[in-house]
């Protein structure tokens, strides 16, 4: 782990300065949170320059977040952020200011909520549209329990896309839970409300009397004759409708309340108190905000500088270097835009994440053949298995991280109907500042234990090209293909994708004494090992297995039969490939017959964020550690081993 050692001189900001908690905040009077606000997003842009990070979200809700923590009783009005992407602010009002510089950094601050970090995080997150369902629940344990504190999600209108968030709606709804959801609206294209009319109607649509007619005139409803029930509830809808326009989520069974403007205090303010006073629950409060705002640059960027490297304040410009290699994405895009080119079958879907996953590229030439279908994975695998049960060829181009929140569509609606939906699994292995929550630990655990499913696992970039080209040539089984974060090896590229035979590894140095099987992108490294052994007299086999599943068996007995050791190497987790080898060696008992066999794998724990490379050493998942699994499998001393690989 990389411990930050020195504390930064913070710089003077006069309001900040005096609120380093929630507590403090609160104490202020209101004709300095303006000021307090514009030295919070000064703070963050300064803060976010040096250690890189998502920004323009961040910069979207700083007033929010100064008129949440004012307004409510933090921590213990549980206040959830959605995804955290927007949480940088949030960080830095709840005592986190002094590591605020140490964002996505070795032993620093997580770049998204997480418990273990601050009480004022009741619950982690990085995966979109989970906060209405964790508020839910926090409610109901509060009710339970018999507390009376508020429980508030904020929830950004992308993260609304998916079905988790109405699901949780619905069931609040239904349970008329006393709980507060706030909509973050920074995309939709609804006008940010302007003027005094306007405020005095958002006030008034928040405040209690307008909340207790509204109940009255329920019940109200409930007591009329049934002839006159339709009519009276007609009646009611349309004046809320036109009170709030509001009408999909008053349909769930919230109370509506804005739009409001999510930068005006003056606005946010007495909303939020009416919010929180109010007996009436649940209570949706629609905020209109502008990602990025604030900062000219990221006004003025397409993606409001969703992420970013380190940046100059003053320039807006990003300090990213020159690439040694294309990166793995860009390789999986192009090389889907070459197959395209040659088969009009050839369909892509992203789950939200055109640019994470290349898949801009391809709807660029191919727009008709493109499909987003918001933050909704579920939706995206099966929508997937309609395309190919007509004949066509989908790629789902999805991070292995995403893909989790799809496996029961995977499951039954592709693996058990064997239709040929292609995988691309972005993000495999670790992933570095994004840490445990955006590693691609599970999929070749997850997927490998589905019949009929083809797994493979690029060892580099133009391994990749050779399976975009092989997945688009399988027609009568689900495929997937994994390959990491980053940039690729710098190894030649093929001027073509050639179809690779399906189940068959490769040998890439022959050897005598250990043969290391790798599987993925640890290639390198275990080529890196062998030069290592060799240099202590140990002569090493090196294999690309290429396949997960079907497993290469005769590749696997040979490799068993004929070596002292063999040692497999994954960038996933117990119960992957490693499992896989194990199981046919002892079923075909080549294990009984003395076979030596270590498997290296992502070991079980979660992995906080660092840069990659170290979390690979902390894994055991290096050069290094293979040579020391080497030498310890053979009964030699593993240290012998380290010194040859610095030598």
């Known amino acids: 782990m990389n411990v930050i050692a020195d504390k930064p001189r913070l710089p003077s ?102 418990r273990s970090e601050s009480e004022y995080d009741p619950f982690g997150a990085a995966h979109s549209s989970t906060s209405i369902s964790a508020g839910l629940g926090m409610a109901v344990a509060r009710d339970l329990k018999g507390g009376s504190n508020n429980v508030i999600a904020v929830i950004g209108d992308g993260a609304m896309s998916a079905g988790m968030a109405y699901e949780a709606m619905n069931n609040a709804g239904a349970r008329d839970a006393r709980l507060i959801v706030i909509l973050n609206d920074n995309d939709m294209s609804i006008a940010p409300p302007t003027g005094a009319l306007s405020k005095y109607l958002t006030r008034v649509a928040s405040g209690a009397t307008y909340l207790h007619m509204r109940d009255q005139a329920k019940k109200l409803v409930r007591k009329l004759p049934k002839r006159w029930e339709r009519r009276a509830a007609r009646i009611e809808e349309m004046s809320r409708t036109y009170w709030s326009g509001g009408f999909w989520f008053e349909e769930l069974g919230f109370y509506y309340i804005g739009p409001v403007d999510g930068h005006d205090l003056e606005q946010l303010l ?207 089984a689900p495929s997937a293909f994994r390959y990491p974060r980053g940039e690729g090896t710098g190894v030649a590229m093929p001027a073509a994708g050639e179809v690779l035979a399906i189940g068959k590894g490769r040998v890439v140095r022959e050897g005598s004494t250990i043969a290391i099987l790798s599987l993925g992108t640890r290639l390198a490294e275990a080529l890196a090992a062998a030069d290592a052994l060799a240099r202590l007299g140990l002569s090493a086999t090196v294999a690309d297995a290429r396949f997960m599943k079907p497993l290469d068996t005769d590749l696997v007995g040979r490799l068993a039969r004929d070596h002292e050791l063999l040692i497999t190497v994954e960038e996933g987790s117990i119960g992957g490939f490693g499992s896989h080898v194990l199981h046919h060696l002892a079923a075909t008992g080549i294990l009984d017959r003395g076979a030596k066999v270590r498997c290296l794998t992502l070991p079980d724990v979660f992995i906080d964020h660092d840069k990659p490379e170290r979390m690979y050493a902390k894994a055991m998942l290096d050069a290094e550690a293979i040579v020391s699994a080497a030498c310890q499998g053979l009964g030699l001393d593993g240290r012998d081993g380290a010194a040859s690989l610095r030598a």
């Open 270 to 476: 007495p909303v939020l108190e009416n919010a929180r006073d109010a007996e009436q629950a649940p209570i949706l409060i629609h905020v209109v905000t502008q990602k990025g705002k604030g900062y000219a640059p990221a006004e003025a960027a397409a993606d409001k500088y969703h992420g970013v490297a380190p940046f100059d304040v003053v320039t807006g410009k990003q300090a990213k270097g020159v690439a040694a290699a294309p990166s793995y994405t860009k390789v999986f895009a192009n090389s889907l835009v070459a197959e395209a080119r040659k088969d009009s079958r050839i369909v892509a879907v992203t789950a939200a994440m055109p640019e994470g996953t290349g898949l801009n590229v391809f709807g660029a030439e191919f727009p008709e053949r493109m499909f987003d279908v918001g933050i909704a994975e579920q939706h995206a695998v099966t929508f997937a298995a309609g395309l190919a049960s007509e004949g066509l060829k989908p790629f789902a181009a999805i991070y292995s991280t995403f893909l989790q929140r799809g496996y029961d569509q995977i499951v039954h609606d592709v693996a058990i109907q064997k239709l040929p939906v292609r995988f691309a699994i972005d993000r495999a292995g670790l992933v570095g500042a994004d840490g445990p929550t955006h590693a691609g630990s599970f999929d070749l655990a997850y997927l490998g234990c589905l019949p009929g499913m083809i797994v493979m696992a690029a060892a580099d970039e133009a391994e990749l090209v050779h399976m975009v080209a092989t997945a688009a040539a399988i027609d009568d």
């Open 13 to 114: 900001r006069p309001v900040l300065d005096k609120a380093a908690t929630p507590e403090d905040l609160r104490t202020l009077p209101r004709s300095q949170l303006r000021q307090l606000a514009d030295e919070l997003r000064d703070e963050m842009i300064d803060a976010v320059s040096v250690t890189g990070g998502h920004l323009g979200a961040g910069l979207g809700v700083v007033e929010l977040t100064v008129a949440l923590h004012y307004v409510f009783d933090t921590p213990r009005d549980r206040l959830i952020w959605d995804v955290g992407h927007q949480a940088y602010p949030h960080k830095i009002l709840t005592g986190r200011r002094e590591r605020i510089r140490t964002l996505r950094q070795g032993g620093g601050l997580s770049g998204f909520t997480k």
